[in-house]
């Protein structure tokens, strides 16, 4: 057995980081959500209005979905009972794969049990040390650490920069290019006709996480997607569509090649039948239920119209990721506070998740707001935004009219 000096030097490190970010404000803890109810969900007993939530548009508790579960559950069971090469492969996760192809206009897909696994499973696959990937300097963390384990060259050009992508891809024999559709953290989206555009021009396959933008973006998702030219693209299931799990698209060559290479995908089980069968009725309701998307961009709309007139800092996106600018880690953490005072929950979004410097409050908006919960949010954003602002000058004041009184008083002891 391990001496007791070992679990003590473990248990010291632990103790060590958890009391370190505990400190600079970066500790993260699980909230236990007791309940659901459409925009509404009850944390420890109270009721907030949900505005950090992926269910963009309002499909989650959907009876189609939850029709589809069950239905799926009866014929395969709960879960898919192995690994997908080998007894973890059904028809349900095939007719998925399908349809999302037919969507697309790519040759064939692979599911996977989560976004993170399946960009993870792609770039270690994909590359190694003789590799060349240049990358929008805001991909998500499963796609960098991914390319870190492939040992591949990452050469990451200025965010949305078509300019500085164009100077990387001209100054060496490049792999790959890999960007997002819609940016998770700043919710802004990247120019995916000027990259695809430009790797056409270079000869270079283009790779899109798709995650906040399938099923949200027209351009990425039906026949538009068609004429983008994207080589490879990554859709996750727990963002718009409300349910779980992911999908490779690609060639045949390339879903066969992560048959064999993807460790992500060989070695894990199999996302489940059932959850393959929601998925695929939540695309399919993505795509002939329009007024879901319609009433999501009215949303989006309506809150930046009423931000701009009480004049929030909210960065500039026109998807369902709102960001509030703070800046500060501890800041941002006591306006997310104020706002679940107020019976609001909103993500408070901090380093290493965002550049230091950058915290901020993450807004998401969905199909399933409506006006009033909108008005709650942004009445309490700026009244919030108000006091943390005006406690912040006043500290300031006080730390320098003090300081002012040591250095007059120091001048005058000498």
Request: aromatic letters at 6%; a neutral charge.
């Amino acid at each position: 057995m391990p001496s007791k000096s070992m679990y003590s030097k473990l248990s010291a490190k632990l103790t060590a980081s958890l009391d370190q970010r505990k400190q600079a404000n970066l500790l993260r803890e699980r909230q236990l959500v007791d309940a659901v109810y459409g925009s509404h969900i009850h944390i420890d007993g109270k009721e907030y209005i949900n505005f950090s939530s992926n269910d963009y548009l309002g499909l989650r508790q959907t009876s189609e979905l939850i029709k589809a579960q069950q239905q799926a559950a009866k014929k395969y069971g709960v879960g898919s009972g192995s690994s997908p090469l080998v007894t973890g492969y059904s028809q349900a996760h095939q007719d998925l794969e399908q349809y999302l192809c037919e969507l697309t206009g790519h040759h064939a897909a692979m599911v996977f049990t989560s976004g993170f696994s399946a960009n993870h499973g792609l770039m270690s696959a994909l590359f190694d040390k003789s590799d060349v990937v240049v990358a929008d300097k805001l991909i998500h963390a499963s796609m960098i650490d991914g390319l870190r384990h492939s040992v591949a060259k990452l050469k990451r050009f200025k965010h949305n920069s078509v300019t500085d992508a164009e100077r990387l891809l001209a100054s060496s024999e490049v792999t790959a290019l890999v960007t997002e559709s819609v940016f998770s953290m700043d919710g802004d989206c990247a120019p995916l006709q000027a990259l695809s555009d430009l790797c056409q021009k270079y000869n270079v396959p283009l790779i899109v996480d798709d995650a906040h933008g399938f099923g949200v973006l027209g351009q990425t998702i039906g026949c538009a997607a068609k004429k983008l030219n994207i080589d490879i693209q990554i859709v996750t299931f727990g963002k718009a569509l409300g349910c779980q799990g992911a999908a490779i698209l690609g060639s045949r060559q390339l879903i066969d090649y992560l048959s064999n290479h993807c460790r992500d995908y060989i070695y894990s089980t199999a996302l489940p039948p059932t959850s393959a069968a929601v998925a695929l009725k939540a695309v399919q309701l993505a795509v002939t239920e329009s007024q879901r998307q319609t009433a999501l961009f009215e949303n989006i709309e309506y809150f930046r119209q009423r931000a701009g007139q009480l004049e929030l800092p909210i960065l500039d996106s026109s998807t369902p990721i709102q960001g509030i600018k703070i800046g500060e880690p501890e800041q941002t953490l006591q306006l997310a506070n104020l706002m679940k005072q107020d019976g609001l929950w909103v993500g408070a979004i901090r380093s290493p998740t965002v550049p230091v410097g950058t915290d901020r409050l993450r807004v998401t908006i969905t199909a399933q707001h409506s006006r009033s919960d909108i008005d709650t949010c942004i009445e309490a954003l700026s009244k919030n935004h108000k006091q943390l602002t005006q406690a912040a000058i006043h500290h300031g004041e006080q730390m320098l009219a003090k300081g002012n009184g040591l250095a007059e008083g120091s001048d005058y002891a000498s």
